[in-house]
């Protein structure tokens, strides 16, 4: 293997750091007199006195509270006057006293190498200081409170803490706003603890400004739009304070059940590849005002990709956050494709001179192998076989967990049952983990560290702890944060979910939306033609008991099968009216089905079309238990509609549990033998999928005469489905992954020329689901319409037909099988 991923690392964070990377929300020329730099050696270097001489610098507070040190051709600097820090002058530049010693380490200087920083910092954390700070798990969910002494961000912090996710950044301005002052407290606090290590904080992909992603985004099939995407969200986050993107998720989708697909780009390997290293990138790299990159930088945001690696091949498409789904499988041996999207594409980055993904994120199952060349039967967090398989391909860089490994009977857990939470972390630290996800019991690290010292040595120990936090620090030093780790609220205004961003937004959406079928009606729209008139029927919604009583349930009732009021942006609107409700239960009113007063078939006589948006149906596989919570059955995943019996499902799983089964052994015992569980859900009945919604286009289908029926298909719970139940009542079928009503509506009245692509193959039915491989991509026999198309992978419609362009000869070419970045795989 190569080592140019590393190298190209070490290239693009010198440029980064010698830029000075760090000035609110944006970013300054290479630094002058680099080669004046100080000797490693020199250090620590006592200042002159502060504002003596020729000083080349200039401080101003700024609107928000924190004060602004703009070095001339260097680094700008930002710290609260709140928190005690003092600024220190060598040669007339300032630097901030970030461990308060009175002199400048090599850490705290800016004009150096970003990894050489690092390392200095790391050498002189003890390991005490080092374990509370592996750890990703502080913020809660509040992320817009105060932070006061009594509550728990403060205490974690105060601990060593510096790591969290938010899940509050606003979908609205004001939001992300507020997130940004919320932000600046934050690093505040963590400014006044000692070394003056600032926070990291953490989202998932989470649609900002409806900008595409995931599934939308993969259906453009347009890597220099994921490119540009990725630059938008990185500028968005980064103003409300944001550096580090638990994403993207490019597990390979060759389960078409997955219950977890819709977070990922797909199941071709070059089409998840090419999309995820032009996301990375966009997101990654900081750009000049003329679109320059400088690698990493102030608008950069940190990606950690995820899972690695393999969960794409969950065994029956479960979640692999819960017990039932624990396990990847690959009875055709294609481990291998399911690494194509990390080692050629987010480690071999093209667009972007940081080189390769800044992080990876363990998965949670075990990988799965009779012979267990594919590991031990630990779950991804504890896998040494992964670990060594990242450092063999050339990677050795940050790694989270994903959140909930650490505790008893937690998803990802498997092959530690029974062990103490700090037996986990201290395994995880041994083999590589730089932080916990989602864990902030600092106590357990200190305990874990003791655990380590008598393992290993303490010597040792020490080495391994400083060298996962030297990867912590030189991250963040990388994203400029321990410069200026404060936010610019009037800049955030400026940039958060503008108008301007949201049409961004919609265009990315719009790119992504698939015209399956067209009877000709969906066409260029005529200038000046008036609105036609539309019917949208309600739907009626059936009660949903939730499985948890502190969640409650929701009550069944009535609504629009899509936003009237958008609707009417794009078309006149006919529709039903809700009665009152005639159902009673608890002494309560409750809606029933009866409780709809249809429009009348005088009013849809004047109607051009009949318009239904759906759902896509989604049964995860899922158990049967006794009392004792025991597994009496295996239920089948289902993508159809209506209840689905697994009759030609296969009669014995993968992959399962070792049990020990007790034989009697005549009058004086029992013998034993293991057996492995067999997780088979043949002959087993999966229940109806989002039913209402088919009933409500059959019912369209009665009433429809001689108006074209138009099916809005969602396809974002699921990647793929079976079309069967639904085509054959539809006259045009638009589709989108997360695409948004605006979008299928601005589509379907001709204001935009359709362009998307299927990311998935859609399956003839289930039989066809049931037959494929649960490790293999493309390989599932597709539906075909009436109309003689083919619901393959890249197909797609526009205005003149099939759509046959760049795209799809590139991606409808064989899938890929093999890493071109992992020559060792086949040394072995």
Same mark, same amino acid.
């Given at each position: 293997?190569?080592?140019?991923?590393?190298? /190209?690392?070490?290239?693009?964070?010198?440029?980064?750091?010698?830029?000075?990377?760090? #000035?609110?929300?944006?970013?300054?020329?290479?630094?002058?007199?680099?080669?004046?730099?100080?000797?490693?050696?020199?250090?620590?270097?006592?200042?002159?006195?502060?504002? =003596?001489?020729?000083?080349?610098?200039?401080?101003?507070?700024?609107?928000?509270?924190? @004060?602004?040190?703009?070095?001339?051709?260097?680094?700008?600097?930002?710290?609260?006057?709140?928190?005690?820090?003092?600024?220190?002058?060598?040669?007339?530049?300032?630097?901030?006293?970030?461990?308060?010693?009175?002199?400048?380490?090599?850490?705290?200087?800016? %004009?150096?190498?970003?990894?050489?920083?690092?390392?200095?910092?790391?050498?002189?954390?003890?390991?005490?200081?080092?374990?509370?700070?592996?750890?990703?798990?502080?913020?809660? =969910?509040?992320?817009?409170?105060?932070?006061?002494?009594?509550?728990?961000?403060?205490?974690?912090?105060?601990?060593?803490?510096?790591?969290?996710?938010?899940?509050?950044?606003?979908?609205?301005?004001?939001? *992300?706003?507020?997130?940004?002052?919320?932000?600046?407290?934050?690093?505040?606090?963590?400014?006044?603890? #000692?070394?003056?290590?600032?926070?990291?904080?953490?989202?998932?992909?989470?649609?900002?400004?409806?900008?595409?992603?995931?599934?939308?985004?993969?259906?453009?099939?347009?890597?220099?739009?994921?490119?540009?995407?990725?630059?938008?969200?990185?500028?968005?986050?980064?103003?409300?304070?944001?550096?580090?993107?638990?994403?993207?998720?490019?597990?390979?989708?060759?389960?078409?059940?997955?219950?977890?697909?819709?977070?990922?780009?797909?199941?071709?390997?070059?089409?998840?590849?090419?999309?995820?290293?032009?996301?990375?990138?966009?997101?990654?790299?900081?750009?000049?005002?003329?679109?320059?990159?400088?690698?990493?930088?102030?608008?950069?945001?940190?990606?950690?990709?995820?899972? !690695?690696?393999?969960?794409?091949?969950?065994?029956?498409?479960?979640?692999?956050?819960?017990? $039932?789904?624990?396990?990847? &499988?690959?009875?055709?041996?294609?481990?291998?494709?399911?690494?194509?999207?990390?080692?050629?594409?987010?480690?071999?980055?093209?667009?972007?001179?940081?080189?390769?993904?800044?992080?990876?994120?363990?998965?949670?199952?075990?990988?799965?192998?009779?012979?267990?060349?594919?590991?031990?039967? !630990?779950?991804?967090?504890?896998?040494?076989?992964?670990?060594?398989?990242?450092?063999?391909?050339?990677?050795?860089?940050?790694?989270?967990?994903?959140?909930?490994?650490?505790?008893?009977?937690?998803?990802? =857990?498997?092959?530690?049952?029974?062990?103490?939470?700090?037996?986990?972390?201290?395994?995880?630290?041994?083999?590589? #983990?730089?932080?916990?996800?989602?864990?902030?019991?600092?106590?357990?690290?200190?305990?874990?560290?003791?655990?380590?010292?008598?393992?290993?040595?303490?010597?040792?120990?020490?080495?391994?702890?400083?060298?996962?936090?030297?990867?912590?620090?030189?991250?963040?030093?990388?994203?400029?944060?321990?410069?200026?780790?404060?936010?610019?609220?009037?800049?955030?205004?400026? @940039?958060?979910?503008?108008?301007?961003?949201?049409?961004?937004?919609?265009?990315?959406?719009?790119?992504?939306?698939?015209?399956?079928? *067209?009877?000709?009606? &969906?066409?260029?729209?005529?200038?000046?033609?008036?609105?036609?008139?539309?019917?949208?029927?309600?739907?009626?919604?059936?009660?949903?008991?939730?499985?948890?009583?502190?969640?409650?349930?929701?009550?069944?009732?009535?609504?629009?099968? #899509?936003?009237?009021?958008?609707?009417?942006? !794009?078309?006149?609107?006919?529709?039903?009216?809700?009665?009152?409700?005639?159902?009673?239960?608890?002494?309560?009113?409750?809606?029933?089905?009866?409780?709809?007063?249809?429009?009348?078939?005088?009013?849809?006589?004047?109607?051009?079309?009949?318009?239904?948006?759906?759902?896509?149906?989604?049964?995860? =596989?899922?158990?049967?238990?006794?009392?004792?919570?025991?597994?009496?059955?295996?239920?089948?995943?289902?993508?159809?509609?209506?209840?689905? /019996?697994? @009759?030609?499902?296969?009669?014995?799983?993968?992959?399962?549990?070792?049990?020990?089964?007790?034989?009697?052994?005549?009058?004086?015992?029992?013998?034993?033998?293991?057996?492995?569980? *067999? %997780?088979?859900?043949?002959?087993?009945?999966?229940?109806?999928?989002?039913?209402?919604?088919?009933?409500?286009?059959?019912?369209?289908?009665?009433?429809?005469?001689?108006?074209?029926?138009?099916?809005?298909?969602?396809? *974002?719970?699921?990647?793929?489905?079976?079309?069967?139940? &639904?085509?054959?009542?539809?006259?045009?079928?638009?589709?989108?992954?997360?695409?948004?009503?605006?979008?299928?509506?601005?589509?379907?009245?001709?204001?935009?020329?359709?362009?998307?692509?299927?990311?998935?193959?859609?399956?003839?039915?289930?039989?066809?689901?049931?037959?494929?491989?649960?490790?293999?991509?493309?390989?599932?026999?597709?539906?075909?319409?009436?109309?003689?198309?083919?619901?393959? !992978?890249?197909?797609?419609?526009?205005?003149?037909?099939?759509?046959?362009?760049?795209? $799809?000869?590139?991606?409808?070419?064989?899938?890929?099988?093999?890493?071109?970045?992992?020559?060792?795989?086949?040394?072995?």
């Amino acid at each position: 293997m190569k080592t140019m991923t590393r190298r /190209t690392f070490l290239k693009a964070s010198a440029i980064a750091t010698a830029a000075g990377m760090a #000035m609110a929300n944006g970013v300054l020329p290479v630094f002058a007199e680099e080669a004046a730099l100080p000797a490693l050696d020199a250090y620590p270097i006592t200042p002159e006195e502060f504002g =003596s001489g020729e000083v080349k610098y200039k401080v101003e507070e700024t609107e928000d509270g924190w @004060v602004k040190v703009i070095n001339e051709g260097g680094a700008t600097l930002g710290y609260s006057k709140k928190s005690g820090l003092q600024l220190i002058q060598v040669n007339g530049y300032a630097f901030k006293d970030l461990n308060r010693d009175g002199k400048l380490d090599l850490f705290e200087d800016w %004009r150096q190498p970003a990894e050489e920083r690092a390392k200095d910092l790391a050498s002189k954390m003890s390991g005490e200081e080092v374990a509370p700070y592996l750890t990703h798990g502080g913020w809660g =969910s509040f992320t817009t409170s105060r932070i006061t002494e009594d509550n728990s961000v403060y205490g974690y912090v105060v601990a060593g803490g510096r790591g969290g996710v938010t899940r509050q950044a606003g979908s609205d301005t004001k939001g *992300n706003v507020d997130h940004a002052k919320w932000s600046n407290l934050l690093q505040e606090l963590c400014e006044k603890q #000692m070394y003056g290590i600032p926070a990291v904080v953490s989202i998932d992909p989470n649609g900002q400004s409806g900008i595409a992603q995931c599934l939308s985004l993969a259906a453009s099939m347009d890597p220099e739009l994921a490119f540009e995407v990725g630059k938008e969200y990185s500028k968005q986050y980064r103003a409300m304070g944001i550096s580090m993107l638990l994403g993207p998720q490019i597990d390979l989708m060759t389960s078409p059940v997955m219950d977890r697909g819709n977070g990922t780009y797909g199941e071709d390997p070059a089409l998840v590849r090419d999309i995820a290293e032009a996301f990375v990138s966009g997101m990654q790299s900081t750009f000049d005002e003329e679109g320059n990159d400088l690698g990493w930088g102030a608008q950069s945001v940190v990606c950690d990709m995820k899972h !690695f690696a393999g969960a794409g091949a969950a065994e029956g498409g479960r979640d692999d956050h819960r017990a $039932t789904g624990k396990y990847d &499988v690959f009875p055709n041996n294609n481990f291998e494709a399911h690494l194509i999207a990390f080692f050629d594409g987010a480690f071999n980055l093209k667009h972007s001179i940081t080189g390769a993904a800044g992080g990876i994120m363990t998965n949670y199952a075990v990988s799965y192998s009779d012979d267990y060349s594919l590991g031990e039967y !630990f779950g991804g967090a504890y896998s040494e076989y992964k670990y060594e398989l990242l450092k063999k391909g050339g990677w050795n860089g940050y790694i989270i967990s994903d959140w909930g490994v650490y505790g008893e009977g937690g998803g990802g =857990s498997w092959g530690t049952e029974g062990w103490e939470p700090s037996e986990r972390l201290a395994r995880t630290y041994e083999l590589g #983990m730089c932080q916990a996800g989602g864990y902030s019991n600092t106590d357990e690290t200190l305990k874990a560290w003791e655990l380590m010292k008598s393992d290993m040595g303490e010597e040792k120990a020490l080495e391994t702890m400083r060298d996962r936090a030297c990867k912590n620090i030189l991250m963040t030093l990388r994203l400029g944060l321990f410069e200026n780790p404060y936010c610019s609220l009037s800049y955030a205004e400026q @940039v958060c979910c503008t108008e301007e961003s949201r049409a961004f937004g919609l265009k990315t959406r719009l790119a992504s939306v698939v015209m399956l079928k *067209n009877n000709g009606l &969906v066409k260029k729209a005529e200038e000046g033609a008036e609105k036609k008139t539309v019917y949208v029927p309600y739907r009626f919604n059936a009660k949903v008991v939730s499985a948890y009583a502190s969640s409650g349930n929701t009550p069944a009732s009535w609504s629009p099968s #899509m936003d009237l009021e958008t609707v009417g942006k !794009f078309f006149n609107v006919v529709t039903d009216t809700v009665g009152e409700p005639s159902g009673e239960e608890e002494g309560e009113k409750v809606y029933t089905e009866k409780d709809i007063v249809r429009a009348s078939a005088e009013d849809i006589a004047k109607c051009d079309m009949i318009l239904v948006a759906m759902n896509a149906p989604h049964t995860a =596989s899922n158990t049967v238990t006794d009392e004792e919570g025991y597994i009496e059955a295996w239920l089948p995943p289902s993508i159809q509609y209506n209840e689905y /019996t697994a @009759v030609n499902a296969k009669a014995t799983s993968v992959a399962g549990d070792i049990e020990v089964i007790q034989i009697p052994d005549g009058y004086y015992g029992y013998t034993t033998r293991e057996e492995v569980e *067999n %997780r088979s859900y043949k002959g087993e009945t999966a229940a109806a999928s989002n039913l209402g919604h088919l009933q409500t286009l059959e019912y369209c289908k009665e009433i429809a005469g001689d108006k074209p029926v138009v099916v809005l298909m969602n396809q *974002n719970g699921s990647g793929s489905m079976c079309w069967g139940e &639904v085509e054959p009542l539809a006259d045009v079928i638009l589709t989108g992954y997360a695409a948004g009503d605006d979008a299928l509506l601005t589509v379907l009245a001709g204001q935009c020329e359709p362009k998307g692509l299927l990311v998935c193959q859609m399956p003839k039915d289930m039989d066809a689901v049931e037959a494929s491989a649960d490790d293999l991509p493309r390989d599932m026999e597709c539906y075909v319409d009436a109309a003689g198309n083919t619901y393959d !992978f890249a197909f797609g419609l526009d205005w003149a037909g099939v759509i046959d362009d760049e795209r $799809t000869k590139t991606y409808k070419a064989e899938p890929l099988t093999k890493c071109e970045n992992l020559e060792f795989f086949y040394a072995e």
